[in-house]
C-alpha cells in the first residue's frame, strides 16, 4: 500500500495545462481586492485550518473547480464547513473570488498551485471531511489517458487525507473516464463505494450551465462517491 511518503514530489506528467484566459474587470477587481484574504500560498508544511477560517469546522477539498459556480453554491449552502478550492487557472480563480464577495462567503479559501503539491506538503493525513473532483479534464485522446487526474497513485494520497467516514465524490461526463474513475477507486482499500456502482446525483451538487446543456442533448453524467474506511495512520515527519 502507498503512504504519503511514497508519493513522488515531482511528477513528469500533470494532470493540466496552464492556458492563458481573459478577465473580466470584475475579476481583475476581485484579485485586487479579495486575493490577499481568501488566496493562501503554497507552503510546504500542513495548514493549521482553525487558523485559516477562525474555527474548528469539517473542512472540504476541491480540485480545478474552473470558474468556481458549483464551489460558491455548495459553500452558500454549507455554511457550516469550509472549503479549500485548488485550481492553477487564474479566470476561474478571478471569477470564484468575485462569487465569493457577492455572496460574502467566508468558508471558501484559494490554493493556486498543483493540487498534487498541495495535497503532499499542505493537507495533513486524515484531515479532510471530503473531497470534491468535479468534471475534470478527460483527456479523450488513448494516448493522453495518462494525464487523466483519477490515477491509482493519486487515489491513495486522496484517500489518505480523508478521514475515516469522510468522502471522495467524483463526477464526469464521459463515460469512459467513469469507468476508469470505477475501477481505479473501487481497487483502493481504504475507499467503499456508498452504491452500487454509480451514485445519484447527490443533492448538495448543483447543475453547471455546462452539464444542463449537456443532459437536454442526452448526455450522461455519472456520478461516484466513496466513503474513507479503517484507521489513519500518520507516517508524514
Known amino acids: 500500500m502507498n503512504t504519503p511518503d511514497s508519493f513522488p514530489r515531482r511528477r ?3 494532470s493540466f495545462v496552464v492556458r492563458a484566459g481573459r478577465m473580466g474587470p470584475g475579476q481583475v477587481r476581485a ?3 479579495l486575493a490577499p484574504r481568501f488566496v493562501l500560498p503554497f507552503q510546504d508544511r500542513p495548514l493549521d485550518t ?3 477560517f477562525g474555527r474548528v469546522a469539517p473542512v472540504v477539498f476541491e480540485i480545478g473547480f474552473g470558474m468556481g459556480d458549483a464551489t460558491a453554491a455548495i459553500a452558500e449552502a454549507m455554511p457550516d464547513t469550509d472549503f479549500i478550492g485548488v485550481e492553477v487557472h487564474t479566470p476561474g480563480v478571478g471569477a470564484l473570488l468575485k462569487k465569493i464577495g457577492e455572496k460574502g462567503l467566508a468558508n471558501v479559501r484559494i490554493v493556486q498551485h498543483d493540487a498534487v503539491e498541495v495535497l503532499e506538503q ?3 493525513p486524515g484531515s479532510l471531511a471530503g473531497v470534491h473532483v468535479f468534471f475534470p479534464d478527460p483527456w479523450h485522446k488513448k494516448r493522453h489517458n ?3 487526474l483519477i490515477q491509482e497513485p493519486f487515489v491513495g494520497l486522496l484517500a489518505s487525507r480523508i478521514a ?3 468522502t471522495l465524490h467524483c463526477a464526469t461526463d464521459w463515460q469512459p473516464y467513469a469507468e476508469q474513475m470505477l475501477q481505479v ?4 482499500p481504504l475507499l467503499a463505494n456508498t452504491a452500487e456502482g454509480y451514485s445519484p446525483k447527490p443533492g448538495y451538487r448543483p447543475l453547471t450551465k455546462f452539464e444542463n446543456r449537456g443532459l437536454k442533448l442526452g448526455h450522461g453524467v455519472w456520478d461516484l462517491v466513496f ?5 489513519v495512520v500518520c507516517t508524514v515527519g
Open 31 to 33: 484579485i485586487e481586492e
Open 146 to 148: 495518462k494525464r487523466r
Open 164 to 166: 475515516p467516514g469522510g
Open 185 to 188: 477507486l473501487s481497487a483502493q
Open 122 to 124: 499542505m493537507i495533513a
Open 12 to 14: 513528469s506528467i500533470r
Open 227 to 231: 466513503q474513507r474506511i479503517g484507521e
Open 50 to 52: 482553525a487558523a485559516v
